[in-house]
């Protein structure tokens, strides 16, 4: 009122001046001396690593050092394209996220929705908690798992599968098709219950309102479940969806390296870009291929969180990341 009184009567109405960061930094500097701890740890374990992007260029060698080994330009990245190893990487990295995502979010959705539905407390908690156990297991035991089902000599599913088929030469660490199988089972075993618990909590901040007037206007309970809880749901699986499909170029590489672990003749079907750079900088030392892939892996991921996120905010702006 007072700025219109103002311009009315010919005056100009005074205009705040933005406050600067030094201001900001007076009038909150409890705030900001909190983030000094914050900001110390990405500069050291995510900044100062950056030179190590120069090794992807280099001919590396351990008596030439960081910036001694000799400069090679492209033909690391060409190498890789060359064996046609980028391509599948690519492609297994990539496709298996995708059924990690869709597939985990599917069945988190569903058990949480079941779960919500069950009138027992006790039964809930119970079911709850047994979900969320093997979120807790480390991927070692289940590669003693794995490996103690799964084994040649005296693996209980090989054993079962050679008496069913009668196939007895059958060994699965040779047969690389079911293990795609295997790894987005064993994925979807330890991560649906985290998942569910998500979600679940999504569905209590439903109100009642909601299902006490669908029940008032004679809905059943699929219906909903069809068009107030998974419709309420949508933001949240958004959100959660814009976060995986950032990690989209990286793998689950604990899961990968513990379960197929040095088989060579499983890599054409289970080895990833994570996998493929721990062998190369770990076990062949070829420290310039592994660095190269690993900032191709980065490179394509900042692209395609770009791309997505542009995506999404040119559509639902109050869902995009930034």
């Known amino acids: 009122m007072k700025q219109a009184a103002a311009t009315a009567a010919g005056v100009k109405p005074r205009v705040k001046k933005k406050k600067g960061l030094l201001y900001d930094l007076r009038k909150h500097w409890i705030m900001w001396l909190m983030l000094v701890p914050v900001i110390v740890f990405f500069f050291i374990f995510n900044y100062i690593p950056m030179a190590g992007v120069y090794l992807a260029f280099t001919n590396f060698s351990f008596k030439g050092g960081l910036f001694g080994s000799p400069w090679v330009g492209m033909q690391n990245f060409k190498t890789l ?3 046609g190893k ?4 690519t ?9 990690f995502i869709f597939l985990g979010n599917f069945l988190q959705i569903a058990a949480a929705i079941v779960l919500s539905r069950m009138t027992n407390k006790f039964m809930k908690k119970s079911y709850q908690t047994i979900m969320f156990l093997p979120y807790f297991v480390s991927y070692v035991i289940v ?8 084994n040649s000599g005296s693996g209980m599913v090989t054993m079962m599968i050679r008496s069913l088929t009668g196939n007895t030469n059958f060994a699965p660490y040779s047969t690389p098709g079911i293990w795609k199988y295997i790894i987005v089972l064993v994925y979807l075993w330890k991560q649906i219950g985290y998942g569910t618990v998500v979600y679940l909590a999504a ?24 068009y107030i809880t998974i419709p309420l749901l949508v933001p949240t699986f958004i959100v959660l969806l814009l976060l995986a499909l950032g990690q989209i170029m990286r793998g689950q590489f604990e899961l990968f390296y513990q379960l197929v672990g040095n088989q060579g003749q499983l890599y054409e079907a289970t080895d990833i870009l994570d996998t493929f750079v721990f062998r190369m900088l770990r076990v062949s030392f070829d420290v310039g291929i592994g660095s190269a892939a690993g900032l191709y892996q980065s490179l394509v991921g900042f692209c395609l969180i770009m791309f997505i996120n542009w995506a999404i905010k040119r559509n639902h702006e109050e869902y995009a990341l930034f």
């Open 203 to 226: 569905i209590t901040s439903i109100g009642d309102d909601y299902y006490e007037a669908a029940q008032i206007d004679g809905a059943t309970v699929m219906q909903q479940i069809r």
């Open 86 to 89: 980028i391509a599948y990487l």
């Open 143 to 150: 590669q003693a798992f794995s490996y103690a089902l799964f």
């Open 81 to 83: 394209w060359d064996q």
């Open 91 to 99: 492609r297994n990295t990539v496709l298996y996220n995708i059924a």
